[in-house]
Protein backbone atom coordinates (compact mmCIF):
# COMPACT_ATOMS: atom_id res chain seq x y z
CA UNK A 1 0.00 0.00 0.00
CA UNK A 2 0.92 3.39 -0.13
CA UNK A 3 2.89 5.11 2.82
CA UNK A 4 1.64 8.36 4.56
CA UNK A 5 4.59 9.40 7.20
CA UNK A 6 4.87 11.58 10.21
CA UNK A 7 7.92 13.52 10.68
CA UNK A 8 7.69 13.71 14.16
CA UNK A 9 6.34 10.58 16.34
CA UNK A 10 5.83 12.74 19.70
CA UNK A 11 4.96 16.33 20.20
CA UNK A 12 5.24 18.76 23.56
CA UNK A 13 4.09 21.78 23.46
CA UNK A 14 3.31 25.02 26.03
CA UNK A 15 -0.45 25.49 26.67
CA UNK A 16 -1.31 28.26 24.48
CA UNK A 17 1.13 28.02 22.10
CA UNK A 18 0.73 27.40 18.58
CA UNK A 19 1.03 23.46 17.73
CA UNK A 20 1.88 22.36 14.24
CA UNK A 21 1.58 18.34 13.29
CA UNK A 22 3.58 17.49 9.90
CA UNK A 23 2.75 14.33 7.19
CA UNK A 24 4.38 13.16 4.41
CA UNK A 25 2.75 11.13 1.45
CA UNK A 26 3.65 9.29 -1.63
CA UNK A 27 1.04 9.36 -4.16
CA UNK A 28 0.95 12.25 -6.37
CA UNK A 29 -2.95 10.45 -7.41
CA UNK A 30 -4.59 11.31 -3.80
CA UNK A 31 -7.05 13.56 -4.11
CA UNK A 32 -7.91 14.56 -0.78
CA UNK A 33 -7.07 14.23 2.69
CA UNK A 34 -8.13 14.16 6.43
CA UNK A 35 -6.68 14.85 9.77
CA UNK A 36 -8.05 12.85 12.62
CA UNK A 37 -7.85 13.00 16.25
CA UNK A 38 -8.00 9.29 18.34
CA UNK A 39 -7.84 9.91 22.25
CA UNK A 40 -6.15 7.05 23.91
CA UNK A 41 -8.91 3.99 23.91
CA UNK A 42 -11.57 5.72 21.75
CA UNK A 43 -12.36 6.20 17.97
CA UNK A 44 -10.53 8.64 15.86
CA UNK A 45 -12.73 11.72 15.18
CA UNK A 46 -12.90 13.79 12.37
CA UNK A 47 -10.70 17.57 12.52
CA UNK A 48 -10.84 19.05 9.11
CA UNK A 49 -10.42 17.86 5.64
CA UNK A 50 -8.71 19.73 2.35
CA UNK A 51 -9.37 18.35 -1.46
CA UNK A 52 -6.39 18.53 -3.56
CA UNK A 53 -8.07 21.25 -5.67
CA UNK A 54 -7.38 23.71 -2.05
CA UNK A 55 -3.52 24.42 -0.52
CA UNK A 56 -5.41 26.01 2.73
CA UNK A 57 -8.21 25.52 4.74
CA UNK A 58 -9.18 26.50 8.32
CA UNK A 59 -11.61 25.30 10.86
CA UNK A 60 -11.93 26.17 14.35
CA UNK A 61 -8.48 27.16 15.74
CA UNK A 62 -6.96 24.20 12.98
CA UNK A 63 -5.40 24.94 9.98
CA UNK A 64 -4.46 22.29 7.04
CA UNK A 65 -1.65 22.89 4.23
CA UNK A 66 -0.92 21.08 1.54
CA UNK A 67 1.77 21.41 -0.91
CA UNK A 68 1.24 18.89 -3.68
CA UNK A 69 4.76 19.96 -5.15
CA UNK A 70 6.46 18.25 -2.10
CA UNK A 71 4.08 16.14 -1.29
CA UNK A 72 3.77 17.32 2.07
CA UNK A 73 0.35 17.78 4.43
CA UNK A 74 0.40 19.94 7.98
CA UNK A 75 -2.20 20.54 10.36
CA UNK A 76 -1.75 23.82 12.47
CA UNK A 77 -3.35 24.12 15.97
CA UNK A 78 -3.79 27.69 17.50
CA UNK A 79 -3.68 28.12 21.34
CA UNK A 80 -3.08 24.86 21.88
CA UNK A 81 -5.37 23.22 24.94
CA UNK A 82 -5.35 20.56 27.46
CA UNK A 83 -7.74 19.02 25.68
CA UNK A 84 -5.95 18.92 22.14
CA UNK A 85 -3.49 16.08 23.82
CA UNK A 86 -4.18 13.32 21.86
CA UNK A 87 -2.52 11.33 18.33
CA UNK A 88 -2.97 12.98 15.34
CA UNK A 89 -3.58 10.91 12.23
CA UNK A 90 -3.02 12.02 8.58
CA UNK A 91 -5.15 10.25 6.29
CA UNK A 92 -4.88 10.02 2.01
CA UNK A 93 -7.43 8.67 0.04
CA UNK A 94 -6.86 7.07 -3.40
CA UNK A 95 -9.13 6.70 -6.50
CA UNK A 96 -11.36 3.72 -5.08
CA UNK A 97 -12.00 5.50 -1.81
CA UNK A 98 -9.48 3.37 0.22
CA UNK A 99 -7.65 5.87 2.78
CA UNK A 100 -4.22 5.25 3.82
CA UNK A 101 -3.11 6.14 7.30
CA UNK A 102 0.04 7.46 8.84
CA UNK A 103 1.29 6.09 11.96
CA UNK A 104 0.47 9.52 14.41
CA UNK A 105 1.97 11.93 16.05
CA UNK A 106 1.32 12.22 19.56
CA UNK A 107 0.93 15.12 20.69
CA UNK A 108 1.31 16.39 24.55
CA UNK A 109 0.22 19.86 25.96
CA UNK A 110 1.72 20.83 28.90
CA UNK A 111 -0.56 22.94 31.31
CA UNK B 1 -28.08 10.29 18.41
CA UNK B 2 -27.02 9.33 14.72
CA UNK B 3 -23.74 7.28 14.83
CA UNK B 4 -21.29 4.23 14.94
CA UNK B 5 -21.89 1.43 17.69
CA UNK B 6 -19.26 -1.06 18.25
CA UNK B 7 -19.72 -3.88 20.46
CA UNK B 8 -18.01 -4.92 22.47
CA UNK B 9 -15.61 -2.46 23.99
CA UNK B 10 -13.88 -5.38 25.64
CA UNK B 11 -13.41 -8.72 24.44
CA UNK B 12 -11.21 -12.20 25.24
CA UNK B 13 -10.63 -15.05 23.60
CA UNK B 14 -9.19 -18.58 24.14
CA UNK B 15 -6.98 -19.63 21.37
CA UNK B 16 -8.98 -21.71 18.78
CA UNK B 17 -12.07 -19.81 19.24
CA UNK B 18 -13.84 -17.52 16.61
CA UNK B 19 -15.06 -14.55 17.95
CA UNK B 20 -17.60 -11.68 15.97
CA UNK B 21 -17.53 -8.09 16.36
CA UNK B 22 -20.67 -5.56 16.13
CA UNK B 23 -20.87 -2.76 14.07
CA UNK B 24 -24.19 -0.77 13.41
CA UNK B 25 -24.54 2.25 11.91
CA UNK B 26 -27.55 4.81 11.64
CA UNK B 27 -26.19 7.63 9.02
CA UNK B 28 -27.69 5.43 6.18
CA UNK B 29 -24.10 5.29 4.63
CA UNK B 30 -23.29 3.17 1.96
CA UNK B 31 -19.74 2.16 2.73
CA UNK B 32 -18.71 0.46 5.85
CA UNK B 33 -14.53 -0.29 6.73
CA UNK B 34 -12.79 -2.94 9.52
CA UNK B 35 -9.52 -1.59 10.22
CA UNK B 36 -7.11 -2.78 12.52
CA UNK B 37 -4.74 -0.72 15.20
CA UNK B 38 -1.97 -1.75 16.53
CA UNK B 39 0.72 0.29 18.71
CA UNK B 40 2.80 2.42 16.54
CA UNK B 41 1.44 1.37 13.00
CA UNK B 42 -1.61 3.08 11.52
CA UNK B 43 -4.83 1.80 10.75
CA UNK B 44 -4.66 -1.28 8.49
CA UNK B 45 -7.64 -2.17 6.05
CA UNK B 46 -9.29 -5.69 6.73
CA UNK B 47 -12.71 -5.78 4.86
CA UNK B 48 -14.41 -3.27 2.95
CA UNK B 49 -18.26 -3.12 2.00
CA UNK B 50 -19.44 -0.51 -0.52
CA UNK B 51 -22.84 -1.79 -0.89
CA UNK B 52 -25.15 -4.66 0.75
CA UNK B 53 -24.48 -7.84 0.00
CA UNK B 54 -20.98 -6.74 -1.84
CA UNK B 55 -17.65 -6.69 0.03
CA UNK B 56 -13.77 -6.60 -0.99
CA UNK B 57 -10.83 -7.71 0.97
CA UNK B 58 -8.26 -5.24 2.51
CA UNK B 59 -4.34 -5.63 3.22
CA UNK B 60 -4.51 -7.57 5.67
CA UNK B 61 -8.15 -10.10 5.67
CA UNK B 62 -6.66 -13.40 6.15
CA UNK B 63 -7.99 -14.98 9.08
CA UNK B 64 -10.58 -12.73 9.11
CA UNK B 65 -14.55 -12.61 7.82
CA UNK B 66 -17.61 -10.41 7.63
CA UNK B 67 -20.97 -10.08 5.92
CA UNK B 68 -23.19 -7.32 4.69
CA UNK B 69 -26.56 -8.67 4.95
CA UNK B 70 -28.38 -5.36 6.03
CA UNK B 71 -26.96 -1.38 4.98
CA UNK B 72 -27.06 -0.76 8.64
CA UNK B 73 -24.57 -3.77 9.52
CA UNK B 74 -21.16 -5.25 9.24
CA UNK B 75 -19.81 -8.10 11.72
CA UNK B 76 -16.54 -8.45 11.81
CA UNK B 77 -15.36 -12.59 12.56
CA UNK B 78 -11.72 -13.05 13.70
CA UNK B 79 -11.16 -16.59 13.00
CA UNK B 80 -8.80 -19.26 14.68
CA UNK B 81 -6.99 -18.69 11.46
CA UNK B 82 -5.38 -15.62 12.48
CA UNK B 83 -2.49 -15.62 14.58
CA UNK B 84 -1.81 -12.53 15.69
CA UNK B 85 -5.59 -11.20 16.60
CA UNK B 86 -5.09 -9.21 20.09
CA UNK B 87 -5.47 -5.20 18.38
CA UNK B 88 -7.95 -2.58 18.52
CA UNK B 89 -10.59 -3.27 16.34
CA UNK B 90 -12.22 -0.10 14.86
CA UNK B 91 -15.18 0.41 12.54
CA UNK B 92 -16.15 3.27 9.90
CA UNK B 93 -18.66 4.14 7.48
CA UNK B 94 -18.60 6.58 4.83
CA UNK B 95 -20.68 8.41 1.97
CA UNK B 96 -19.97 6.73 -1.79
CA UNK B 97 -21.22 9.43 -3.76
CA UNK B 98 -20.04 12.49 -4.71
CA UNK B 99 -16.37 11.88 -4.73
CA UNK B 100 -13.96 10.99 -1.46
CA UNK B 101 -15.65 12.18 1.84
CA UNK B 102 -14.75 11.56 5.58
CA UNK B 103 -14.71 8.19 7.62
CA UNK B 104 -16.78 8.34 10.47
CA UNK B 105 -14.97 5.79 13.00
CA UNK B 106 -16.78 4.36 15.98
CA UNK B 107 -15.38 3.95 19.35
CA UNK B 108 -13.54 0.48 19.04
CA UNK B 109 -13.64 -2.80 20.18
CA UNK B 110 -10.26 -3.82 22.67
CA UNK B 111 -9.96 -7.98 21.48
CA UNK B 112 -7.07 -9.52 23.49
CA UNK B 113 -6.51 -13.68 23.14
CA UNK B 114 -5.83 -15.29 26.32
Known amino acids: GESVGLHLPTLSVQEGDNSIINCAYS??????FIWYKQESGKGPQFIID?????DKRQGQRVTVLLNKTVKHLSLQIAATQPGDSAVYFC??????????FGTGTSLTVIP | DGGITQSPKYLFRKEGQNVTLSCEQN?????MYWYRQDPGQGLRLIYY???????QKGDIAEGYSVSREKKESFPLTVTSAQKNPTAFYLC?????????????FGPGTRLTVL
Open chain 2, 92 to 104: ASSIVSGGPHEQF
Open chain 1, 27 to 32: NSASDY
Open chain 1, 50 to 54: IRSNM
Open chain 1, 91 to 100: AENLPGNQFY
Open chain 2, 27 to 31: LNHDA
Open chain 2, 49 to 55: SQIVNDF
